[in-house]
C-alpha cells in the first residue's frame, strides 16, 4: 500500500515536513485548501510548490483543490506550471466543496453551480492539457482558440484525483479520473463506489481498471488507543464544528500501531492502493504522532 502524508497547517514548516517525508518513504506529501473556512487553510498550488522545490522525488498531491472556485483556464495554468516545477511530480485532486458556503460568496461563485462548474473545467483542462489550440464556448468559460504554453511535463496532464458521496460525483469520477478517493468512507464503502466509478468509467467509454483506488483518512497513533481514540475525535470535530464521538470508529483512523495497521489493510482489500493520512494535531504533538507512524506503521503498509 502506498501512503502520502498531508502536510501541517504551519505554513511555515511546510519545505522541513516535505523533506522529512521524503526522506522517510513517504509515497507523496498532500495539502487541502479553501480560500475561507472554519480551521485554518492555505492555497494547495503555493503550498505544494513550496514543497516541490524542497524535494526531488515524492509525489505531491492536492486533496483536494476546490475546483469550481478558479476559472477553469487559470486552474489548468496553475497545475500545468506545478507540474513542470516539480518535474512532472504533481496529481490534482478535485473536489467540488460546499461545505462552507461563504467562500464561495467571496469568490463570486454561486454555490448551485459548483458541480456544472467542475464539469466543464475538467472538461477544458483535459482539452488544454493535450495540446495545441483550443476553442471553448461554455457556460462557464470562453477561449478564443488558445493554447497552453508550456505545457504539462506529464503526457495529458496531472493524474486527476476525484472524491465525493453524491451519484454526480460517481458520474464525474467515471469520465474523469485517474484515481478515486473517497474520504470518510468505510472499507465497505470504499469498495462498492470503486465498483460504481469503474462501471461509471465503462459506460463513458473508459477502460474501468484505468481506476485506480485510494482512501483520505484523518487520524491519529499512540501507545494508548483511547488517547488516539480522544485525540482524532477532537481534532477532526474542530476541523469540522461537530461531534464525531460517534463517527470515529467507522470514518476515523486511531488506534495503537496494530489497530492503525490493520485498519489500513481493510482499505488496501477493499481497493484502495493509496491511504492519504491525514494525522491531528499542531506543533509538537503533530510531530511525534507522525513519528510514530512513520516508525510502527509505515513500513507495515509496504509489507
Not at 17 to 27: N, P, V
Not at 30 to 54: D, I, K, R
Not at 142 to 149: E, F, G, K, S, V
Not at 232 to 250: E, H, I, K, T, W
Request: proline residues 7%.
Amino acid at each position: 500500500m502506498r501512503a502520502v502524508l498531508t502536510l501541517g497547517s504551519d505554513q511555515t514548516a511546510v519545505a522541513t515536513e516535505a523533506r522529512a517525508a521524503e526522506d522517510a518513504g513517504y509515497d507523496g506529501v498532500a495539502t487541502g485548501e479553501h480560500l475561507f473556512f472554519h480551521s485554518p487553510h492555505p492555497n494547495g498550488f503555493v503550498t505544494l510548490a513550496a514543497a516541490a522545490g524542497a524535494t526531488t522525488r515524492i509525489r505531491l498531491l492536492s486533496a483536494l483543490t476546490v475546483l469550481p472556485l478558479y476559472p477553469a483556464a487559470l486552474a489548468a495554468k496553475l497545475a500545468t506550471t506545478l507540474d513542470r516545477v516539480s518535474g512532472g511530480r504533481f496529481d490534482m485532486g478535485v473536489g467540488v466543496g460546499g461545505e462552507y458556503p461563504p467562500e464561495f460568496v467571496a469568490a463570486g461563485v454561486d454555490v448551485a453551480q459548483r458541480g456544472a462548474r467542475a464539469d466543464e473545467a475538467l472538461e477544458v483542462m483535459k482539452s488544454l492539457w493535450d495540446g495545441g489550440a483550443v476553442e471553448v464556448e461554455g457556460t462557464f468559460t470562453r477561449i478564443p482558440d488558445l493554447a497552453l504554453d508550456p505545457g504539462p511535463v506529464q503526457p495529458g496532464g496531472p493524474p486527476l484525483w476525484l472524491g465525493g458521496r453524491r451519484p454526480a460525483a460517481i458520474r464525474r469520477a467515471g469520465r474523469f479520473a485517474d484515481v478515486w478517493m473517497p474520504y470518510m468512507y468505510t472499507p465497505e464503502q470504499v469498495a462498492s463506489s470503486l465498483a460504481e466509478v469503474r462501471a461509471a468509467a465503462e459506460r463513458a467509454g473508459r477502460d474501468p481498471a484505468a481506476v485506480r483506488g485510494a482512501v483520505f483518512c484523518w487520524g491519529g497513533v499512540d501507545a494508548d488507543p483511547a488517547r488516539s481514540r480522544r485525540e482524532v475525535v477532537d481534532g477532526v470535530g474542530a476541523v469540522y464544528q461537530q461531534d464525531f464521538s460517534r463517527l470515529a470508529d467507522r470514518y476515523l483512523l486511531h488506534g495503537d500501531p496494530d489497530r492503525v495497521v490493520a485498519r489500513a489493510r481493510e482499505y488496501a482489500d477493499a481497493g484502495a492502493g493509496t491511504l492519504i493520512f491525514s494525522p491531528v494535531g499542531a506543533g509538537d504533538r503533530r510531530r511525534e504522532i507522525v513519528d510514530l507512524f512513520t516508525r510502527a506503521v509505515l513500513p507495515r503498509l509496504r509489507a
